[in-house]
C-alpha cells in the first residue's frame, strides 16, 4: 500500500483536527461574505449533515427562527421556520437547557410532530451556540446510527464558531450603508441603496427618487417575475435568497448582476425589510469552494428521484470542478457491481476490457473478483490512488494520472461505488478528500432511495396499467365505495373494472365495464379500457363521446373480445346526471324515501361491436340522500336467474339497506343478500355513491378576453372588480391579480383561438383559470439560466399559488392556480 496517497501526515490528522483547521481559516476574516453559511457548509463536510441550521431569537423573544441553513431543504425533514422557545422542541430544549439534544429515528417517532416527517429514517442533533444572543444549531443526518462521537465532536465546533451577522437594517436606519448594500421596506416599496448600486444601474444620486420601481423599470424585462418573486415578502420566507438579473445599458449588451438578500421581519413598529447586497455577476463567478459543491450535490439529491437522476448530480458535483477525465457509477447487487453511469458515455473513453462487452464487464464479474474493489467496499473508506499506482488493468486505466475509488454507504450497507479517474498526473490535496468523502456519503443514501423509487415505481406503474383502483378519491358532497369478487371458477383475473373519476366544475364521473373473457387478455384488456375512459373523460369531453370514443379505440385494437359499459356524469352542484350505457345493466337508484328506481335508460351497442355507433344520454335527477349503485352482469345475472329478476333483486335489498353506512350496504350485498353463497363463474364488481349535496357551492364568474392590445389590463380589471364583490382580502387580491396577468398574458401569447378566465371561490380558497384552444401543457423548466428570455411566468404562479396545474377542456386546455384566502 506504498502506492496509497493519504497515509501520510496530513490524512493521519483527526476529522476534528481538520474541522478545527477549516473553521479557523473561516472565522479568521469575520466581515468574510456569506461567513454563517459557509460555516455550516462545514457540518456537511466533516460531520456527515445532511442539512445544518441555526435558529436564534428574533423580535419576538418567545420564537426562535431560522436565521441561516445549508444542505437540502428543511422541508424534506419537516422542520419549521420558527420554533417556540417554551416548546418542547429540540431547538428550545438545546435553547433553554445550554444543553445538546440528540435523538434518533425511534425518538423522533414520539414527537408530536413526527407526522410532518415525510422521511423517517434520520437523527437529529440540537446544540445551544456559542454566542451571547442564545440560540441553537440544528443539524440532520440520515447515516445510521445518528452522529458518532466525531460527528458530535464537529458539531460542537461548528456551534461554538458560528455566528448571524447583526441585522443590516440598523445601519439603513443610520443613513450609513455600505457601497454595495441595500434595504428594502417591504411596506411602502422604499428602497435606500449604496452608491455602488447606482453605478451598476448607471444612474446619479439625483436620479434616484427613492422607489424600487425606479431601478426595476432598468432591468430586463424578462427577468422582472423572478425579481419580483424576491422583492414581495409575501412570497419569502426568512432567509437569504440570491439570484442573477440583467440590467439595461445606454450602449452595448446588458450587464448581469448578482443580487443577495435576507428578508429580516418586522417588529416595533418596524416595517419587514429586505436586506442584502448587489453586485458585478461576472466579478463573483469563479469563487465556487468544495464545501458550496457538497451543498450544491446535497440539494440536487434531494430531488434526485431515479437512479439515473442521481447520477447526472453526482456527475455535475464533482467529475467537471475536480476536472476529471472519466466517473463511472455502479450500484451493489448481492455480490456483482451493476454500471448504472458512465461520464463520458462514449466507449473509446473506456479501458479496453470494458469496451470488450460494453456495460457488461462489471454484472458479470462478481466483486470478488476485482480484489481492490472488494477491499474499499469492506473498508468502507474512500482510497485514492497517484499515476502509476499498481493495479489491475480493468481500473487502472480508467485512471492512469490517478484513481480516486468512492464507497457509497447507505442504511447500514453498501449501496455501491463510484470511481473518478484522471488521465494527467493529480494530486491530491487533503480537502478534496474531504469533499469525495461527504459527497459519497450523499450519493450512497440518495442512490439506495432512488432504487428503491425505481422499483416502487415499476410496481405501481404495472398495478395502474392492469389493475383497480386502490382506493376511491374524496368526492365533494358524495361518498363512493366499491367492492369487487374474482370468481370462484379458479382465475384470480378478469375483465370486470370500475372507476370514480373526479372532473372539473365538480362534475365526477362513475365507471363500470366488463370486458368478455376471464384470462390475462381480458385482464390486460380492462387496464386499457380504464385508463382509455379515465383519458377521454379528463380530456373534458360530454359523456356520450366519452363511450363513443372508447368504442372507437377498442375496435381499432387487434382483438377480438369487446366490452360493456355504464358510464355516468354527476354535476355534484346542480344535483344533476347524465348516465350513457353500452350493453351494460342500467344503474339502480334508491330514493331518501327509501323507494328505488331502475333507470330505464336507452343504451348503445357493446364497446367493440359497431365502429360507428351512437350512445345516447339520459338524464338523471339526484336529490340530498339519493344512492346510485352500478354492478356488473356477475351480481344480477345467473343461468339460474335472468337479468330482469336479479336488477329486481337488487333493487328490493337497496330499499331494505341503511344508507348511512354505505360501506356495510356494499358488504352485505355481496356477502348474501344477492349472492347467497353461490358458485360464482363470473367475477362482480359493484360502485355505489351516495349523493349528500354541497353544503356551500361555489361562487363562479367568467371573462371571454378579447385579442386586443390591453386584454392583460381588461382582465385584471374584470377580475378587481369581481373579487372586490366577493369580499377577497386586499393581499390574496394582489396575488390573484398577479396570476391572472400571468395566466392570461401566456395564453395570449403562445396559443390562438377564444381565451376565457374563470374565477371561482370555495371555502376561503380561490381558483384563478384560464382556457385555451391549444392542448400543449406548459412545461415548468426545470433549470432556467440567466440568459433565458421566457419560462419564469410558470414559476412566478407557482411561486405566489397554494397549487397549481393544467387538465384538458374540450381539445383545448385549461391551466388553473388555487389561492387560499386568510380567515
Not at 453 to 463: C, Y
Not at 562 to 583: H, L, N, P, S
Not at 608 to 636: E, H, K, N, S, W
Request: net charge negative.
Amino acid at each position: 500500500m506504498a502506492n496509497v496517497v493519504g497515509e501520510g501526515a496530513a490524512v493521519r490528522r483527526t476529522r476534528t483536527e481538520r474541522a478545527e483547521d477549516a473553521l479557523a481559516a473561516l472565522t479568521a476574516e469575520p466581515g468574510a461574505p456569506d461567513l454563517p453559511r459557509r460555516v455550516l457548509e462545514l457540518a456537511l463536510v466533516f460531520a456527515g449533515a445532511a442539512f445544518a441550521g441555526v435558529y436564534t431569537p428574533g423580535d419576538d423573544p418567545t420564537q426562535l427562527c431560522l436565521a441561516e441553513s445549508a444542505g437540502v431543504s428543511r422541508t424534506q425533514y419537516g422542520l419549521r421556520d420558527s420554533y417556540p422557545t417554551a416548546g418542547g422542541s429540540p431547538p428550545a430544549r438545546a435553547h433553554h437547557t445550554g444543553r445538546p439534544v440528540w435523538l434518533g429515528p425511534d425518538d423522533l417517532a414520539d414527537c408530536p410532530e413526527s407526522r410532518r416527517t415525510p422521511w423517517p429514517d434520520f437523527s437529529v442533533a440540537a446544540l445551544p451556540l456559542g454566542t451571547d444572543g442564545g440560540g441553537c444549531l440544528l443539524a440532520v443526518t440520515e447515516h445510521p446510527g445518528g452522529f458518532d462521537g466525531d460527528d458530535r465532536a464537529c458539531l460542537e465546533l461548528v456551534a461554538r464558531a458560528v455566528a448571524v451577522p447583526a441585522r443590516p437594517a440598523d445601519a439603513a436606519d443610520s443613513g450609513e450603508l455600505p457601497p454595495d448594500a441595500f434595504t428594502l421596506a417591504m411596506d411602502s416599496g422604499r428602497l435606500e441603496v449604496g452608491e455602488h448600486i447606482l453605478e451598476l444601474f448607471d444612474m446619479d444620486r439625483g436620479e434616484f427618487d427613492g422607489r424600487v420601481e425606479t431601478l426595476l423599470g432598468r432591468t430586463v424585462p424578462e427577468d422582472l417575475p423572478a425579481l419580483m418573486s424576491v422583492v414581495e415578502a409575501d412570497h419569502m420566507s426568512i432567509g437569504d435568497r440570491e439570484l442573477e438579473f440583467r440590467v439595461l445599458r445606454p450602449s452595448g449588451p446588458p450587464t448581469w448582476l448578482r443580487l443577495r438578500g435576507r428578508l429580516l421581519p418586522g417588529g416595533e413598529g418596524r416595517p419587514a425589510r429586505l436586506a442584502g447586497t448587489v453586485a458585478d455577476a461576472s466579478a463573483l463567478r469563479s469563487g465556487v469552494t468544495d464545501v458550496a459543491r457538497v451543498q450544491r450535490l446535497a440539494a440536487a439529491l434531494a430531488t434526485a428521484g431515479t437512479v439515473r437522476d442521481v447520477g447526472q448530480a453526482v456527475v455535475a458535483a464533482l467529475r467537471v470542478p475536480l476536472r476529471a477525465d472519466r466517473l463511472a457509477l455502479a450500484e451493489l447487487e448481492n455480490d456483482r457491481l451493476v454500471v448504472t453511469v458512465l461520464d463520458p458515455p462514449r466507449p473509446e473513453a473506456w479501458p479496453e476490457l470494458w469496451r470488450a462487452e460494453w456495460r457488461t464487464e462489471w454484472p458479470d464479474a462478481p466483486v470478488r473478483a476485482m480484489p481492490t474493489l472488494a477491499a474499499v467496499l469492506r473498508e468502507g473508506r474512500a482510497r485514492i490512488w497517484p499515476a502509476g499506482a499498481d493495479l489491475e488493468p480493468a481500473l487502472a486505466e480508467v485512471g492512469p494520472g490517478g484513481l480516486a475509488v468512492l464507497p457509497l454507504p447507505a442504511g447500514g450497507r453498501m449501496a455501491g461505488a463510484c470511481l473518478i479517474g484522471w488521465d494527467s498526473p493529480h494530486h491530491f490535496a487533503p480537502d478534496e478528500r474531504a469533499l469525495l468523502t461527504a459527497s459519497a456519503g450523499l450519493a450512497g443514501q440518495a442512490l439506495m432511495r432512488a432504487h428503491a423509487f425505481d422499483a416502487e415505481h415499476e410496481l405501481v406503474g404495472m398495478l395502474q396499467r392492469t389493475l383497480l383502483p386502490r382506493r376511491l378519491p374524496r368526492l365533494p358532497g358524495a361518498v363512493a365505495v366499491a367492492r369487487y369478487l374474482p370468481t370462484t371458477a379458479g382465475l384470480e383475473v378478469g375483465g370486470d373494472w370500475y372507476d370514480v373519476i373526479p372532473l372539473a366544475d365538480n362534475h365526477v364521473a362513475l365507471v363500470i365495464g366488463d370486458v368478455q373473457g376471464h384470462n390475462a387478455g381480458a385482464a390486460t384488456l380492462m387496464g386499457q379500457m380504464r385508463t382509455a375512459v379515465r383519458a377521454y373523460a379528463a380530456e373534458g369531453h360530454p359523456p356520450d363521446v366519452v363511450v363513443a370514443h372508447a368504442n372507437r379505440l377498442l375496435g381499432e385494437m387487434e382483438t377480438d373480445l369487446f366490452a360493456t359499459c355504464c358510464y355516468v356524469d354527476v354535476d355534484m352542484e346542480e344535483g344533476t346526471a347524465w348516465c350513457v350505457r353500452a350493453g351494460h345493466p342500467p344503474p339502480v337508484l334508491r330514493h331518501p324515501d327509501g323507494s328505488t328506481e331502475i333507470v330505464t335508460a336507452e343504451g348503445g351497442p357493446p364497446l367493440g361491436v359497431v365502429g360507428q355507433a351512437d350512445f345516447p344520454m339520459t338524464p338523471l335527477r339526484l336529490r340530498p340522500g339519493t344512492v346510485i349503485a352500478l354492478t356488473t352482469d356477475g351480481l344480477v345475472e345467473s343461468a339460474e336467474i335472468d337479468l330482469d329478476a336479479g336488477l329486481d333483486r337488487l333493487a328490493r335489498a337497496l330499499s331494505a339497506a341503511d344508507p348511512g353506512h354505505l360501506g356495510l350496504v356494499a358488504d352485505a350485498l355481496l356477502g348474501g343478500a344477492l349472492l347467497d353463497g353461490a358458485h360464482r363463474g363470473d367475477d362482480v364488481a359493484l360502485l355505489l355513491m351516495r349523493y349528500d349535496g354541497m353544503a356551500v357551492r361555489p361562487r363562479r364568474e367568467s371573462w371571454t378576453v378579447w385579442r386586443v392590445p390591453e386584454a392583460a389590463r381588461h382582465a385584471r380589471r374584470f377580475s378587481r372588480r369581481t373579487l372586490r364583490g366577493w369580499h377577497v382580502p386586499a393581499d390574496a387580491l394582489d396575488t390573484a391579480l398577479l396570476v391572472v396577468s400571468e395566466l392570461v398574458t401566456n395564453a395570449l401569447v403562445h396559443t390562438g383561438g377564444p381565451v376565457r378566465l374563470d374565477l371561482t371561490l370555495l371555502d376561503h380558497r380561490l381558483r384563478v383559470a384560464v382556457a385555451d384552444a391549444s392542448p400543449r401543457t406548459p412545461v415548468q423548466p426545470p433549470d432556467i439560466g440567466w440568459e433565458a428570455t421566457g419560462g419564469r411566468g410558470i414559476l412566478l404562479v407557482e411561486a405566489v399559488s397554494a397549487a397549481w396545474g393544467t387538465v384538458p377542456a374540450g381539445g383545448g386546455k385549461q391551466v388553473w392556480a388555487d389561492i387560499v384566502l386568510g380567515d
